[in-house]
């Protein structure tokens, strides 16, 4: 009876340190914090449409961008290309761009946007790809196209010069 004993004591402790780390753990996910980005037309760190910048094994330059308007909805589009730096054959995630606005709201690109010659597929060794890539967005006086490496080792993020209008 005694080992019994013990061994329900200690199942109970088990069981209590175990849901007293639960606890903590939800108390620690939902303590207020928020993460928030700030965007500034003047940030030092800002690359200009036209140049590169490695991420990843990846080549990256912004060519181009504007403003494209279609049925009561404005979209950022941005002509880039990827050149593969790697020495195997590798995907564009597209996952990983975005385009952020002055007031630091995030638009993800569209999938169903027209130019399909980014998605999709993959680049051979040395290989380049170039197409452009729309994101849905509010208007703003400012934006910034990023790429983020999914793996932590690299980002870029350009400033989005925008040209004329076109109509979609």
Do not use: C
């Not at 054959?89 to 761009?97: G, Y």
């Amino acid at each position: 009876m005694d080992k019994k004993y013990w061994l329900l004591l200690g199942l109970t402790l088990i069981l209590g340190f175990f849901s007293g780390m639960f606890i903590q753990s939800q108390r620690g996910a939902d303590n207020g914090e928020q993460f928030y980005q700030t965007v500034s037309a003047d940030s030092e760190h800002l690359l200009e449409m036209g140049e590169t910048s490695r991420v990843n094994r990846f080549d990256i330059t912004v060519h181009e961008a504007y403003i494209m308007n279609e049925e009561d909805s404005q979209y950022v589009v941005v002509d880039v290309s990827f050149f593969n730096t790697a020495d195997e054959a590798r995907e564009i995630p597209l996952f990983n761009t975005l385009v952020v606005d002055e007031k630091g709201n995030a638009s993800e690109h569209e999938s169903m946007h027209d130019d399909q010659r980014l998605v999709g597929g993959q680049i051979r060794p040395e290989g380049l790809r170039r197409g452009t890539i729309a994101f849905k967005v509010e208007p703003s006086s400012h934006y910034e196209f990023s790429y983020m490496d999914h793996t932590g080792k690299g980002m870029a993020t350009w400033n989005l010069e925008l040209n004329e209008e076109k109509e979609g």
